[in-house]
């Protein structure tokens, strides 16, 4: 490839500065995902959520994230990157301090939709940003490292954060300490970031933003409260619902000459597999980590801080992964990577339950086994991001990047509505068989919705009625938390078998920028010929923002 002068200038102050303020918001959501789940205790305490609202607090964001990432992107060309990442930043700080101060679950659920929505608009727009600022391919590409290592450090120092928060604050502290990082970006933002950028006013299908996002969130609402409450007429009616709009959309993207979504990238079988398999590792290993904290906070009895420190661990592992999978590609193929780190993961899931099923409360194995898992699952979300943008056509790569990310967002939301449901509803059950006989039904119906709703329970019964209630809530816990990681497990083999057989001989190609035979259709028999007029697509390199771990 002919170097041109853009690619040899180099980038002035101001494009350095522009990038230590975009890396500023990656931090932000990048602790943000982590602290959530160190926080949830506290918060299910406080606030009493029921347990379809706690998982839905967890995860609503991702949810709304990733219904409307590609809709961003349109937005990104519409109105212009530095607009609408400075909206995103204003958004997202409101909705932190109405997180903070939440009185209530419905008003914590309602922020964190607010959050979902600006982490969708600071993706594509913080990654257009990127290119304004640095022109030249070999600027860019450090630039993009230095984006990808700012959210692996927020997971890795989300943790020990949080945890010296929690120990001396109240649990919005960890969503009040975003508001003067998202002042510092409003303040220094429109200094730095670039005016322009082209517009375009092509017009976004609006019925299938909504088509979308509808059928996403009713499938899985219905599903997990069928999972959590039994096939009542509601839960039901709403599944039905959601895959009658899905249906519709799909049918609907076949028909539109500019489609929200591109399924003829699904044609592709390295994208198709790698897509899958995204699905299944993050359906696997989402939900354990959230109980993994409640367990070792709850039963094992470690302190917040501590805690926070501990947790560091497998966000440094996830760095680590990160650095060590470019330089291991070089001589193995990516299928054998990517099972080989799979199958390390199953190994510190293995270890996690040992020291839960073992009874001996072992903190420093819970620990290990998940940083194993951490380093494990980092090649296949590596590598299987550079698989699936490779793959498509190069006109179509953001197309391709938001499938990678919809299916990595999916992936998660889905293990917390299944792994998660059954993990409360073996909670519920041994918690109400190990119960004490003198709780009344409201008594234990409050206790059996959540660990934290149990252990506020039994504090304001205290006794010996209390500290039984505790008791079974310990063991309930426990056994919860080691069903959660026995179905990631068998969701790991499975992975672990499409990955074998589905991408054996699959090669990382050229970056689809490049100009060579890897961007052009008749190198590539097995993708599809049709090329409908791309969209704007800074909202592709949304995926870059989804969490290693």
Same mark, same amino acid.
């Given at each position: ?5 853009? &690619?040899?200038?180099?980038? =002035?102050?101001?494009?350095? =500065?522009g ?26 305490a ?5 347990t ?9 964001? /991702? ?7 590609i ?7 519409r109105?212009g ?5 400075? #909206? ?8 932190s301090?109405?997180?903070?101060f ?7 659920l309602t922020a964190r ?23 030249g ?12 290592? &700012? ?10 954060m ?16 975003? #508001?003067?990082?998202? $002042?510092? #970006?409003?303040?220094?933002?429109p200094w730095?970031?670039?005016? *322009?950028?082209?517009?375009?006013? /092509? ?8 088509l ?7 499938? #899985?609402? *219905?599903?997990? /409260? ?6 009542a ?12 709009? @899905?249906?519709w ?8 000459a500019?489609p929200?979504?591109d399924?003829g990238?699904?044609?592709?079988r390295?994208?198709?597999v ?9 359906a ?7 109980l ?21 661990a ?18 193995? /193929?990516?299928?054998?990577?990517m099972?080989?780190g799979? !199958? ?14 073992g009874?001996?409360?072992q ?6 086994g998940t940083?194993?898992v951490s380093? @494990?699952v ?6 299987? $991001?550079q698989l ?8 179509r ?8 990310d919809?299916?990595?967002g999916?992936?998660?939301?889905l ?10 509803a073996v ?10 006989? *003198? ?12 660990? *934290? ?8 019964? !205290? ?22 990681? !026995?179905?990631?497990?068998?969701? @790991?083999?499975?992975?672990i078998v499409?990955?074998?057989? !589905? ?26 010929r049709?090329?409908p007029?791309?969209s704007?697509s800074?909202?592709? &390199? ?5 969490p290693t771990?």
């Amino acid at each position: 490839m002919s170097t041109t002068t853009s &690619t040899s200038a180099r980038p =002035t102050w101001r494009a350095w =500065t522009g990038l230590a303020l975009l890396a500023l918001p990656l931090f932000m959501m990048a602790t943000d995902f982590t602290v959530m789940f160190l926080a949830m205790p506290a918060v299910t305490a406080d606030l009493l959520p029921s347990t379809t609202q706690t998982l839905w607090i967890l995860h609503i964001g /991702e949810f709304v994230a990733a219904g409307f990432v590609i809709a961003m992107g349109w937005l990104t060309g519409r109105i212009g990157p530095r607009t609408l990442l400075l #909206v995103a930043i204003v958004l997202y700080g409101t909705a932190s301090t109405l997180a903070a101060f939440a009185p209530d679950a419905e008003t914590l659920l309602t922020a964190r939709v607010l959050i979902g929505l600006a982490a969708a608009a600071a993706s594509p727009a913080a990654i257009s940003m990127l290119r304004s600022l640095f022109g030249g391919s070999r600027h860019f590409g450090i630039a993009f490292a230095v984006l990808m290592g &700012t959210f692996s450090a927020g997971s890795a120092l989300g943790p020990p954060m949080g945890g010296m928060l929690l120990e001396h604050f109240w649990w919005g502290s960890v969503f009040l300490i975003n #508001v003067p990082v998202a $002042a510092v #970006v409003l303040l220094g933002g429109p200094w730095v970031f670039p005016k *322009g950028g082209r517009t375009t006013a /092509e017009r976004i299908d609006m019925t299938s933003v909504v088509l979308s996002m509808g059928a996403v969130i009713l499938v #899985v609402f *219905g599903l997990q /409260e069928i999972a959590d409450r039994g096939p009542a007429v509601p839960y039901v009616l709403a599944t039905l619902v959601g895959l009658v709009l @899905g249906t519709w959309f799909v049918r609907r993207q076949r028909r539109l000459a500019n489609p929200l979504l591109d399924l003829g990238l699904f044609a592709i079988r390295t994208l198709r597999v790698t897509a899958i398999a995204f699905v299944l590792s993050s359906a696997a290993f989402v939900a354990v980590d959230f109980l993994l904290l409640q367990y070792l906070q709850i039963v094992a009895g470690v302190p917040t801080d501590r805690l926070g420190l501990l947790l560091a661990a497998p966000g440094i592992a996830a760095v680590l992964g990160t650095a060590v999978t470019p330089i291991l590609a070089r001589w193995v /193929e990516p299928a054998r990577l990517m099972a080989s780190g799979v !199958g390390l993961a199953l190994v510190g899931a293995m270890a996690v339950i040992w020291s839960i099923a073992g009874g001996t409360q072992q903190t420093w194995l819970s620990i290990t086994g998940t940083t194993v898992v951490s380093l @494990g699952v980092t090649p296949l979300m590596m590598l299987g $991001a550079q698989l699936i943008v490779t793959a498509a056509p190069a006109k179509r790569t953001g197309s391709a990047v938001a499938v990678q990310d919809i299916s990595a967002g999916l992936g998660g939301a889905l293990g917390m509505a299944f792994i998660g449901s059954l993990a409360m509803a073996v909670f519920g059950r041994v918690l109400t068989a190990g119960a004490a006989d *003198g709780l009344t039904g409201a008594e234990l119906d409050t206790a059996a919705q959540n660990p *934290g709703s149990a252990v506020a329970v039994a504090g304001d019964l !205290g006794g010996a009625d209390g500290q039984a209630l505790l008791t079974a809530a310990h063991d309930a816990l426990s056994w919860g938390t080691v069903a959660a990681y !026995g179905t990631a497990v068998v969701l @790991g083999i499975a992975t672990i078998v499409l990955v074998v057989r !589905g991408l054996r001989g699959a090669r990382l190609d050229t970056a689809p920028d490049e100009p060579d035979a890897s961007t052009d259709d008749t190198a590539h028999p097995d993708r599809p010929r049709h090329d409908p007029a791309p969209s704007p697509s800074a909202a592709s &390199t949304s995926a870059a923002l989804e969490p290693t771990t």
